[in-house]
């Protein structure tokens, strides 16, 4: 009989394997059983904690979700001003840990999986809604008065970054793409800093 506390350490062996399983393949192509092999654990058990593979990788994109949402309000609270926190959100989004190769990975088929099913598109809205809300708040208290385009610009090329790295043979190099979208920033608003 297991222990009691040994579910949280398994669910999470679990959500790591499927990471880098998908990130590996590069595709959804990957079953239970690889995941399961790669955690260190049966098939039967992966299936006990998650019921399918759409649940395990719905799971690791939440836990992608959380670790690069810590990592933004860890930005926002270090920042000094509109213009500072826009960069350290922007930053975030390229950090080491979220920009490396199975993350970005899971990413690209997390917006294939959003198209088919119903939970993956909720989830990945969320993310589009709280990266964007964050973004039209500071270009506001900057008085910009095109923040919602904007906004929606930055948004677009994160995400435009982040497929370009899935197809790349490169390793990520998320300074210069956090650079590519601050160019972009700066540009849109006219502003040489």
Do not use: C
């Amino acid at each position: 009989m297991p222990k009691l506390g040994m579910e949280p350490i398994r669910r999470a062996a679990l959500v790591e394997a499927t990471i880098a399983e998908v990130g590996q393949i590069g595709s959804l192509d990957v079953t239970v059983a690889q995941i399961a092999r790669r955690a260190g654990m049966s098939s039967a058990l992966a299936h006990h904690y998650f019921g399918s593979k759409e649940r395990m990788f719905l799971a690791a994109m939440r836990h992608i979700l959380t670790l690069y949402g810590a990592e933004v309000r860890g930005a926002l609270a270090a920042a000094d001003g509109p213009q500072s926190r826009l960069a350290g959100v922007i930053r975030a989004s390229f950090s080491t840990s979220n920009f490396r190769h199975e993350v970005v990975a899971a990413w690209l088929n997390f917006y294939v999986l959003a198209q088919t099913l119903p939970a993956a598109r909720r989830l990945l809205r969320v993310y589009q809604r709280r990266l964007y809300s964050n973004l039209i708040h500071e270009l506001r208290a900057l008085g910009e008065p095109r923040a919602a385009g904007i906004a929606r610009g930055i948004g677009a090329m994160i995400d435009g970054l982040y497929i370009r790295e899935a197809l790349s043979d490169l390793q990520p190099d998320g300074r210069a793409a956090a650079a590519t979208v601050l160019a972009y920033l700066r540009a849109e608003r006219g502003t040489g800093s």
